[in-house]
Every structure is written in structure tokens, then in C-alpha cells.
């Protein structure tokens, strides 16, 4: 009786000790992945801002580097001289410096540099895909999961779209060339390098994700609640509509939020597609020319002007700004809709 007694605990020991040791694992991987992001997007920061006067000629262009100048700050400060107001004014100029770079044209010359044609596509860009791209992917998840009949066709429907989720976004930006640019065995349908065959070859990228979000949304809703509506005498529809899909809801808009990030942030469908690398104005139609924010910090990380460190940096933080904004407000309309299901 002893020794299982000792046996027991000392079982539960290794347990605990083992259980212990994943969590200080999981919590090891987790701080080294926020350090690593934080120290990326704070060298971005630092690239922003010159540390000498530099090609865009304002206070921020005028200003340290952002990680030499708060080190350099905070090692000179005491607590009666706190550093908050000049990492304040620092933070001041670099927002000057974004909202400089986002109302300017592109150029070749880094003193003019900016991003308004390809900010303005990248919106573009979103409205469209988000217009064509999220019905057809959510009404396809829809179909899949509450109409279609389990069998070998659904089988087959299921695993070509799980392996298109793993499918390089350089076959989309190929197949888009072949379909929505060139018009491939349908020459009245070519559409040319125009901002819809973009949009169109981002809504195919982003098609899987939505499609895949939307099923797994969908087999989360109790089946208790679809067998409840239907033995009401509620049709299959009126289940689906007025049940189903305000359940899924949180979930269908997180795989919308996943897709759309991928799509703004996607340079080479872009590229194959025939995004332009430079443009006077920004498109006014789905029919114009147009390029892309991705596309244009692409380029300008190409010029060998050292100059342009400062505008791609640049273009990295609106670029990031943008999709923090945007996912932002979709976790907001997300969180409502699951506190009102």
C-alpha cells in the first residue's frame, strides 16, 4: 500500500512538473513572437524618420531616428526631466511625415515621393473584392454545408478547395492574367490591366479562405437549434436565414477579416496582373489603370537612391495602419453581432 502510494505521488509530481514546463514553454514562444514583431515594426519606425535633413523636407525629415533618438533620451533623462514630450513630438513628426507621404503623387525623385494613387487603389481594391469576392465565397460555404449532400462529389468539391487555400498567390496572379486580362478562349470578356481583373484576381485568392471560415462557422451552430426550427414547420431556407447564418455570423466575418488582409497586403497576383508601378492619378472607375500600395513600396524599395529607405518605411507604417484599422473596425461589428446572437 506504501508503494503505491508513493508511485501515485510521485506520478502526480511528474505530472504537474510536466504540465508546468508546456505552460512556461507556451508562454516562452508567445513573449519571443511579440518581441520579434515589436522590434520589426519599431525598426520600421526608426526607418522612417531620417537621422539627418533628408528628402522630404519638413520637421519630420528634420528629426533623430526613432529608436536611436528614445534610447538616447531615456539614457539622458532623469525623473525630474521625464522623456514624454519629446517621444511625443517625435511621435508628432512621424504622423506628419505619414499624412506628407499619403497626399503626394508618385515620383522618381524621393523629395516628392508618396503614395496617393496607390492608396487610393488599395481602397479601390478593397471595395471591389469585398463587393465580388465575400458573397460568392459565403454563399458557396453556405451551399456546401447546409444543402449539398454528403458524398463523393462533395468529398472532391471539399478537398480541391482546402488544397486552393494552400495554393501560391503567383498561380492566382497567373490565372488572372489568363482570364480577366487577357481574356484567355473569351477575347470580348478581356478586361486589360484595369482595377477590376484585380480585384477579380483577389476575390479568386481570397475565395478558399472565405469558403473554409464560412463551413467551419456554420458546423458550430448546434444542430439542436436547426432540428427546434424545423419541427416548427420553418423551411430549410427560413432555418438557414433567420437561425443559422445570425449564429455563424462572428465566425463568417472572421474568415472576411482573414481574407481582406491577405488581399491588401498581396503584391505578386498584383504584378502579374499588370498593377502599375507609377501612375499621375488615381483611378475613378473600375476600368482605369490603377497600382497598389504593396506594389508601389515594392518599386521604391527597388531605387538605388538611398534616399527612399525613409519613403518605403513610410509606405510599410500606412500599410499597417490600414489593416489595423480595418480589422479593428470588422472585430468591432464582429463583437456586436455575436453579443446580439
Known sequence: MDDDRRHFRSHRWFRRALGMFFGVSCLAATCSGVLVLGLLLWSVVAAAIPKSPGPLDDPGARAVGMAGGAVGVLAASNWSDPPIPTLASRAGDLFHLLGELASRINASDAETAGYRVGLTSTLWLLALVAVTGIPVGVGAGVYLEEYARPGRIRRLVQTNIANLAGVPSIVYGILGLALFVRGYGFKALALGPVLMAGALTLSLLILPIIVITTQEALRAVPQSLRQAALALGATRWQVVRDHVLPSALPGILTGTILGLSRAI???????????????????????????????????????????FRVVVAGGILILVALLLTMNAVAIVIRNRYRRSA
Do not use: F, K
Request: overall charge negative.
Open 265 to 307: 497586403g498581396e503584391t505578386a497576383p498584383l504584378l502579374m496582373v499588370g498593377a502599375a508601378g507609377s501612375l499621375d492619378m488615381p483611378p475613378r472607375t473600375p476600368l482605369d489603370r490603377y497600382s497598389a500600395l504593396p506594389v508601389e513600396i515594392y518599386n521604391y524599395a527597388h531605387e538605388p537612391n538611398r534616399e
